[in-house]
């Protein structure tokens, strides 16, 4: 299996950006379609954003659209989200997610996960 490790996250206000970054080791992501999830303190774990292997296509939840940004670096084994216009509702643990499937916003659809990283947003 590949192992997934969140980072980046950390507190930041309002209006304000943040870049997390996923880091792959075990196999190269390249045959992946890889993902982003976040479980907000309360709520279930729901979808972020999505790339397919070779970076063509992507897709947002709508509650993150226009703000975030979704990136893959094949040859690093590395994914991104850059977040920018952060809101105290994007307060959640950020989980990095890969998957054998093409892009699709669905838990179940996601092999392997990393441990989260924290972000929180102050009002």
């Known amino acids: 299996q590949v192992q997934l490790v969140e980072s980046g996250g950390g507190l930041v206000q309002a209006g304000g950006s943040l870049t997390l970054s996923c880091a792959a080791s075990?196999?190269?992501?390249?045959?992946?379609?890889m993902g982003w999830f976040r479980q907000a303190p309360g709520k279930e774990r729901e979808f972020v954003a999505a790339?397919?292997?070779?970076?063509?296509?992507?897709m947002y939840a709508d509650s993150v659209k226009g703000r975030f940004t979704i990136s893959r670096d094949n040859a690093k084994n590395t994914m991104h989200l850059q977040m920018n216009s952060l809101k105290p509702e994007d307060t959640a643990v950020y989980y990095c997610?890969?998957?054998?499937?093409?892009?699709?916003?669905?838990?179940?659809?996601?092999?392997?996960w990393g441990q989260g990283t924290q972000v929180t947003v102050s009002s």
């Open positions: 997610a890969a998957s054998f499937k093409g892009v699709l916003p669905y838990i179940y659809a996601y092999a392997y």
């Open positions: 075990g196999r190269t992501i390249s045959s992946y379609t």
């Open positions: 790339i397919s292997w070779s970076g063509g296509t992507t």
